[in-house]
Every structure is written in structure tokens, then in C-alpha cells.
């Protein structure tokens, strides 16, 4: 008897080991928004209805501007003033402008981020999907900005992130992927979105 | 309390039978199932209103996939229930309705409606064969809504036998 | 010679009445806790995720991070919910079809399916809790499967097992009458 029971524990431990639970369906994740995209979008529709006022409340009081202001290292000088200025000034482009900024700033942050940690050894395909998942978080409230002021810069992004995406979520197994590629690809992505950051302000189409 | 007809209680074991079936199918086999639905979907190209464009249809694919599932684990969740409810409300008509035609005729309407989940089933069936629209009007018209209906009137019905029995006072 | 079938339902064991109320009892409990204490869940779970990063994918990150954990924990309260959800079934499918079993089957079938039906039915929603409980340390995959190999496919099966093999018995009944 001892035999058989050591045997099909032996069996049990090993399928835990290695069986994926790819089945059993326990309901879908939908990804929320965090306090920064919430707030982004209040000011946004605010400015949209024309309700300077409430605009102006919700970035004095709100997580972006703190979030600007805890950045301003990283950021063009003057940024949150300028924008500021802008809801006192009812002047809706250059808001749109300062926001642009700002979430290109923090997608450049993540891409700088993601290239030290894969030189210092991440695992490349998990790794460089989640900083991907959530510079493209960031980079897609401002695209249609970015696109109404720098065409060529929107489509740039849009074929870095693709190419990206390919690379760390090839159709081949993970351990093809190629972390010098990848970090090629944030590197490309960084410098993109640096370009948006400091570009002179230009008429909107 | 008094037991229900063996053929009440069959039908009472066997819909929560499929139930647990149903959710083992969710669970263990849900890979296989999608996998399944999604060679159904462009066999059957028209009845999904398919483009020949890949973004397009895979898009409607994950839909009606989505669909399926959703139909499985309707009837899943209702299985369980109407199963349940079938059990104790057979068991009440067994107990405390007087008349051999009043319990028949409650005996099939719970029965009837015990078997609605089966309509969730039929959704996720027909919505593979002939598309989400028409799969939707097929379930509800010719399985939801009677069985449901038979549901409903039977639980009314045994309501108001339980309100017409004579109290032990009356006799 | 088949004996003859009661014509008023008999009830299972003590044991397994006790069993089902316990079950319901901790699902109302499970419920109640989840509600009472969803802010010092939540905190525990988030403690624990980030105690083991390399399990949850955690880059140190905010803005990365904030995904992962926000997923994984809404993973550990669907576990939660299944749990309280599944329990407060099963609880009923227990005495209902145990008392079926009492009624309509005899001898050691009838002794086999009280037992395959109570134990089935106590055990697969504590699969549900288990997957909860090990989400923070070992990851929602790993968690599933461990909670699958141990909990639900061995309970779930008892329990489908225990049902056909019922309506059969129940459906021979039925053809020989």
C-alpha cells in the first residue's frame, strides 16, 4: 500500500507543479482608472463644457497637479504655472497643451525606467509588457493632442509602440525574445515622446 | 412532509445534475468549448455576418464566444436553482394541496418551469447557428417565456391553494 | 425484489444536516465578512502581494505596479464572493438531494451517495477560499491550480458522480413502475 500512496503523491505534487489552471472562469478583469487618468479626465471634460471654474478646482485640488509638481524636476520649467495660467485664461488649447506634456513626460519616465531595469537583468518579455501596458495608458489620453500638433510625432509613437508590442509578446516562445531589442525599442519610445515634451507650441489643426 | 411523483423528483435531480455539468464545462473544459465555438463561427460565416477582414471577424468571434459562455453560465446558475426550487415547491404541493387534478396540473407547471435554464442553452446554441439576433428571439420566444411563464403560474397556484386550505380549526 | 419507496421524504444522517447548516452558516459569515471587513482584506492581501514581487510580476513602479496589484486583488474578492455564493448553493443542493437519496435509494448505494453528495457539496466552495487565501503568496495562476487539483475537480466530480449515478437510480425506478 505504502508504495501506491507514495506514488500518487509523488503524481499529485507533480501535476501542481506544472498543470496551468487555464480553465475555470472566474469573471473579467476591467482595468480602472487611477487618481491621476481620473482627474485628467475631469479637467478635460470640464474644459470641453467650457466650465473654466470647475476645471481650474478640480487641478488645484486634484492628484495631477501634485503629481506635476512632485515631477518638476523632470519636467520643462514652468509647466504647472503655464498650465495654471491657462484655466485662468479660459485658453483650452494650451491646456490641452500642458496635459500633453505632462502625460508624454510621465510615458518617457516609464520608458527610461523600463531600459535600466532590462540592463539590469529583468526578464524581457514580462517585464517590458507591463512598462509597454502602462506607458500606452498614459500616452493614449494625449494621442489625438499629440496628432492635432505633430502628426509625424503621433504616428512615430504609434509604430514604436507597435513594434514593441511584437517584441516582448512575439508569436515564438518568450525565450526568443531579445532584451537588447527591446531595450532598443523603450530607447526609441523615450526619445519620441522627449521630442513631444520639448516641442515649440505649435497651432493646433 | 410528503414526497413529490419519482418522475417530479427525476426531472428536479437531473436539471441540477446538468447544472453542476454545466459549470464543470465553464470551468474545466472552458478552453476546448472556445476553441470549439470560434470553428462554428467560420463555418458558419453568414449567419455571423463575417467580413473576410481579420480585425472584423476576429472581433465577432470573441462576441459570440463571449455570447456562449455567457448562455452556459446562465443556465449553469439557473440549473442549480430552479432545480432546488423545484424540490421544495413540488414538496409543498405534495404536502398541503388537496385534489388529484389541482396537483397534477402544479406538478407539470413547476416541472415546465424547472426546465428554463434549458432556454439558456438553447441561446447559446442557436446564437452559434444562426447568429445573435435570431438566437436571442429563438430562446425567448419558444423556451424562456413559456417555461417561464409556467414557472411563475405554478408557484402562483400553489400560493393560492396554500391560502384556500382549510385551517385545522375549519377541517 | 426492489423494497417499497416511502411516501414522505426521510431525512439524511444528523451528520449531514449538520454539515449543510454549518456550510451555510460559514457562507453567511464569509458574506458578512467580506462586507464588514473589505478595507482590512484588501490591506492584508495588498501587504502580502507586495512581500512576494517577483510572484504578482512587481517592478517597483508605481504606475506599473498599481495594474498588477489591482488585478490580483480583484481576483482574491472574486474568490470571496464565489466562495459565499457556491456555499450558500451547495448548502441547499446537500439537503435537498441527500434527502432524495434517504428517500428513493437503499442499502450501500444509498450510504455511498449521502456521502459522495455531502462531501462533494462541503468541499468544492472551500476551493473557492483556498484560492483566495493563496492568490497574495503564490499568484492568481498558481493559486488556481493548486485550489483545481485539491478542491474542485476531486469535490466537483463527487458531486456529478453522485448526481447521475442518483437520477439513474431515480429513472429506473420510474421505468420499472
Same mark, same amino acid.
Do not use: C, N
Given at each position: 500500500m505504502r508504495p501506491a500512496c507514495a506514488s500518487a503523491l509523488a503524481l499529485l505534487l507533480t501535476i501542481l507543479a506544472v498543470a496551468p489552471a487555464t480553465a475555470h472562469h472566474t469573471g473579467t478583469y476591467t482595468p480602472k482608472d487611477n487618481a491621476i487618468t481620473t482627474n485628467f479626465k475631469q479637467l478635460k471634460f470640464s474644459v470641453q463644457a467650457g466650465k473654466f471654474d470647475v476645471a481650474r478646482r478640480l487641478f488645484d485640488d486634484g492628484p495631477l497637479r501634485r503629481e506635476m509638481r512632485a515631477r518638476a524636476a523632470a519636467l520643462p520649467d514652468g509647466l504647472e504655472a503655464r498650465t495654471r495660467a491657462a484655466f485662468d485664461a479660459g485658453d483650452a488649447a494650451e491646456v490641452e497643451r500642458g496635459l500633453m506634456v505632462f502625460f508624454a513626460a510621465l510615458g518617457r519616465d @516609464?520608458?527610461?525606467?523600463?531600459?535600466?531595469?532590462?540592463?539590469a537583468g529583468a526578464a524581457p518579455a514580462p517585464t517590458g509588457a507591463r512598462f509597454l501596458e502602462a506607458i500606452w495608458r498614459y500616452y493614449n489620453l494625449v494621442d489625438f493632442a499629440v496628432s492635432r500638433r505633430d502628426a509625424r510625432a503621433s504616428v512615430a509613437m504609434r509604430l514604436a509602440y507597435d513594434d514593441a508590442e511584437a517584441l516582448v509578446?512575439? /508569436?515564438? /516562445?518568450?525565450? *526568443?525574445? !531579445?532584451?537588447?531589442?527591446?531595450?532598443?525599442s523603450f530607447r526609441r519610445i523615450a526619445d519620441i515622446l522627449s521630442g513631444i515634451i520639448h516641442a515649440p507650441p505649435a497651432p493646433v489643426r | 412532509m410528503s414526497r413529490p411523483p419519482l418522475i417530479v423528483v427525476f426531472v428536479a435531480v437531473m436539471v441540477i445534475a446538468l447544472g453542476e455539468l454545466g459549470g464543470a464545462v465553464l470551468s474545466q473544459l472552458r478552453p476546448a468549448a472556445a476553441r470549439w465555438v470560434a470553428a462554428r463561427v467560420v463555418a458558419n460565416p453568414a449567419a455571423h455576418g463575417l467580413s473576410g477582414s481579420a480585425e472584423y471577424d476576429e472581433e465577432v468571434r470573441d462576441r459570440t464566444v463571449f455570447a456562449v459562455e455567457a448562455g452556459l453560465s446562465f443556465f449553469h446558475t439557473h440549473a442549480e436553482g430552479t432545480g432546488l426550487v423545484l424540490f421544495f415547491t413540488s414538496t409543498l404541493v405534495a404536502s398541503v394541496v388537496h385534489g388529484v387534478r389541482a396537483r397534477t396540473a402544479l406538478y407539470l407547471l413547476l416541472t415546465a418551469g424547472a426546465l428554463f435554464p434549458l432556454g439558456y442553452l438553447t441561446y447559446a446554441l442557436a446564437v452559434l447557428q444562426l447568429g445573435r439576433d435570431a438566437g436571442v428571439e429563438l430562446a425567448?420566444?419558444? &423556451?424562456? %417565456?413559456?417555461?417561464?411563464?409556467? /414557472?411563475?403560474?405554478?408557484?402562483?397556484?400553489?400560493?393560492?391553494?396554500?391560502?384556500?386550505?382549510?385551517?385545522?380549526?375549519? +377541517? | 425484489?426492489?423494497?417499497?419507496?416511502?411516501? %414522505?421524504?426521510?431525512?439524511?444522517?444528523?451528520? &449531514? @444536516?449538520?454539515?449543510?447548516? @454549518?456550510?451555510?452558516?460559514?457562507?453567511?459569515?464569509?458574506?458578512?465578512?467580506? /462586507?464588514?471587513?473589505?478595507?482590512?482584506?484588501?490591506?492584508?492581501?495588498?501587504?502580502?502581494?507586495?512581500? =512576494?514581487?517577483?510572484? =504578482?510580476?512587481?517592478v517597483g513602479v508605481r504606475d506599473v505596479d498599481e495594474r498588477a496589484l489591482d488585478e490580483a486583488l480583484f481576483r482574491f474578492e472574486t474568490g470571496l464572493r464565489l466562495f459565499h455564493m =457556491?456555499?450558500? +448553493?451547495?448548502?441547499? &443542493?446537500?439537503?435537498? %438531494?441527500?434527502?432524495?437519496?434517504?428517500?428513493?435509494?437503499?442499502?450501500? !448505494?444509498?450510504? *455511498?451517495?449521502v456521502v459522495l453528495l455531502a462531501v462533494g457539496g462541503v +468541499?468544492?466552495?472551500? +476551493?473557492?477560499?483556498?484560492?483566495s487565501a493563496l492568490i497574495p503568496g503564490l499568484g492568481v495562476e498558481r493559486g488556481k491550480t493548486i485550489a483545481e487539483w485539491t478542491f474542485w475537480i476531486p469535490f466537483g466530480c463527487a458531486t456529478i458522480v453522485a448526481l447521475l449515478w442518483l437520477a439513474a437510480l431515480i429513472a429506473a425506478r420510474v421505468i420499472r413502475r
Open positions: @516609464l520608458a527610461l525606467e523600463a531600459d535600466r531595469q532590462l540592463a509578446r512575439p /508569436a515564438a /516562445a518568450p525565450a *526568443a525574445v !531579445s532584451a537588447a531589442r527591446v531595450r532598443e | 425567448e420566444r419558444w &423556451v424562456l %417565456t413559456p417555461l417561464g411563464v409556467a /414557472a411563475i403560474v405554478g408557484i402562483l397556484g400553489l400560493a393560492a391553494a396554500l391560502v384556500r386550505r382549510p385551517t385545522p380549526e375549519e +377541517g | 425484489m426492489t423494497p417499497p419507496i416511502s411516501e %414522505t421524504w426521510r431525512l439524511p444522517p444528523r451528520a &449531514v @444536516l449538520l454539515a449543510a447548516l @454549518l456550510l451555510l452558516v460559514t457562507a453567511e459569515v464569509g458574506g458578512a465578512s467580506m /462586507a464588514r471587513f473589505k478595507l482590512e482584506l484588501a490591506r492584508w492581501a495588498r501587504g502580502e502581494m507586495q512581500r =512576494h514581487p517577483a510572484v =504578482h510580476g512587481l =457556491h456555499a450558500e +448553493g451547495m448548502a441547499l &443542493v446537500i439537503i435537498a %438531494t441527500t434527502t432524495i437519496a434517504a428517500t428513493l435509494t437503499g442499502g450501500a !448505494s444509498r450510504r *455511498a451517495l +468541499g468544492y466552495p472551500l +476551493g473557492y477560499l483556498l484560492w
